[in-house]
């Protein structure tokens, strides 16, 4: 990937297991590259952490990647990002949850770095089983997607 501010590590919020997107940023990491993957669900985690063990392009980029099983909302960054890319479910959150999120994200990335954020089109109720999560929205929410 090519950092805006040099070597600093890129970080891969929320990372489901089988998302191709996933691979793509994998298989984008330089030498000097580091990658923090985010995931709340611990399922989603161990299929990631699978992949780093079996598959070719993951096993490459292994040694730069690191998976914390937690919520972003508890997630300690060690150091300023470059890169910032959320697949959170932003639309199964309540309005002060995002707003915290955000400032999380504003707080880990370094000056002139890049936050990007998507969600999918068209899918089921997301999983949100964060405590920090709102029960009003947790009930409109699922483990499968
Ligand atoms: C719609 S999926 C997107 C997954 C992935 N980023 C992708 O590219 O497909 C949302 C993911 O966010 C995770 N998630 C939900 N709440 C979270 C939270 N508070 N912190 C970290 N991950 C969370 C879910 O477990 C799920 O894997």
């Given at each position: ?10 970080f891969?919020k ?24 985010v ?31 937690c919520g972003i909302e508890s997630f300690e960054a060690?150091?300023?990002y470059?890169?910032i890319?959320s697949?959170l ?8 949850f995002v707003g915290r999120v955000m400032d999380a994200f504003f707080n880990f990335l ?5 936050l990007?954020f ?14 920090e ?13």
């Open positions: 990937m090519s950092a805006p501010n040099g070597d600093r590590p890129a891969w929320s990372a489901r297991a089988r998302e191709p997107s996933t691979r793509r940023i994998v298989a984008l990491l330089k030498a000097d590259d580091r990658l923090d993957l995931e709340l669900n611990q399922a989603f985690a161990g299929r990631l952490e699978q992949r780093f063990q079996s598959e070719p392009t993951f096993k490459r980029a292994a040694d730069r990647a690191r998976i914390h099983v060690e150091r300023p470059d890169f890319v697949g479910p932003f639309n199964n959150f309540s309005p002060a370094a000056p002139g770095g890049v990007s998507f969600e999918y089109m068209y899918v089921g109720p997301c999983a949100v089983s964060s405590p999560a709102p029960s009003a929205h947790a009930s409109k929410t699922s483990t499968e997607f």
